[in-house]
């Protein structure tokens, strides 16, 4: 069953009760190219535009001019924008050409209108790239770097020039308007602190243990040239219900603090066995009673 018949009448084409005239056929077949065009255009603006910022970054990295070259994570924040930067203004200027004809048959008041929505939108989007620039330029924080943003806590993704993603360790991402952007603590501008406790028996000699201790540390140093200064060995910070507990303190480069202590506990633990020196740990004594010997109590 054919709910629309179409029909030749001179030079356009009728469908039940819609004609449309040749003229009209001829401006929707332009306007379509046209569009086609353009989306197209800024495929391929962004494609190039793309590679041009990549290679110009990878330039900077390699510099051999102290002045003009930049890290790694330096390149790959200020890449990261310029390519979002990139992005929205080619979609800007192609979305403003498709639109151009069709504000042509607006009225003056309708485009007012229509003008201020638009503007009154686009605040949050000023908003966010203005706030996006001032975390670039006072170097808040880069892509790469460990941060907590408000209740969100992680590893910074990228930064755009509207949002911030940061995946967390669970690998959740996390996308955050830049200019809802406040308050940021960066855990990754200066070395990080690590702190491993070690426990032992009351009736070790605390100064062998000490000895010992501050031995491995310093063989653990030598090893891992991620410790970016020596250990110390506090000495001895509680008296526990069960053992004394001796602390050991350093610092590392940026997010190697978790492997670095799981590596000196470890080393610390071997080092104490070799020595023949208790850690200490809960026990459970039973005591078995004889019948005649609960009958001699009793």
């Known amino acids: 069953m054919l709910l629309f018949k179409a029909d030749m009448y001179g030079d356009g084409i009728k469908l039940g009760f819609l004609e449309i005239s040749a003229e009209t056929i001829e401006k929707i077949v332009r306007e379509g190219l046209k569009v086609i065009i353009i989306l197209f255009l800024m495929f391929i603006s962004i494609k190039i535009g793309n590679k041009i910022i990549d290679k ?26 310029l390519k979002s930067l990139l992005k929205y203004v080619v979609y800007f200027i192609g979305i403003a050409g498709i639109l151009a004809d069709f504000f042509k048959g607006i009225s003056l008041t309708a485009a007012s209108i229509g003008g201020f929505a638009i503007g009154f939108g686009a605040q949050s989007l000023v908003k966010d ?26 590893i910074i993704d990228s930064i755009g020039i509207r949002t911030t993603a940061i995946k967390d360790f669970n690998g959740d991402m996390h996308l955050i308007p830049n200019g809802t952007i406040q308050a940021v603590t960066n855990h990754s501008k200066n070395d990080k602190q690590f702190i491993v406790d070690v426990s032992v028996s009351y009736n070790t000699d605390l100064d062998y243990a000490l000895d010992t201790l501050k031995s491995a540390a310093s063989r653990f140093e030598d090893e891992n040239p991620e410790v970016t200064r020596p250990l110390e060995v506090w000495g001895v910070t509680a008296l526990a219900s069960s053992g004394v507990t001796i602390r050991t ?7 190697n603090q978790w492997s670095i202590e799981r590596g ?3 080393v610390l633990k071997e080092a104490l066995d070799k020595a023949g020196i208790e850690i200490p740990f809960n026990t459970t004594e039973i005591i078995v009673k004889s019948e005649e010997k609960i009958k001699q109590e009793a």
């Open 249 to 255: 303190v350093g610092y590392c480069t940026q997010m």
């Open 129 to 154: 790239l203005i706030n996006g620039f001032f975390i670039l330029f006072e170097d808040q924080y880069g892509v790469g770097d460990y941060v907590t943003i408000g209740t969100f806590s992680g």
């Open 264 to 266: 000196l506990r470890k």
């Open 56 to 81: 110009f970054i990878e330039k900077q990295v390699e510099s051999e001019n102290k002045r003009f070259s930049m890290s790694t994570q330096k390149a790959m924040t200020i890449g990261g924008l």
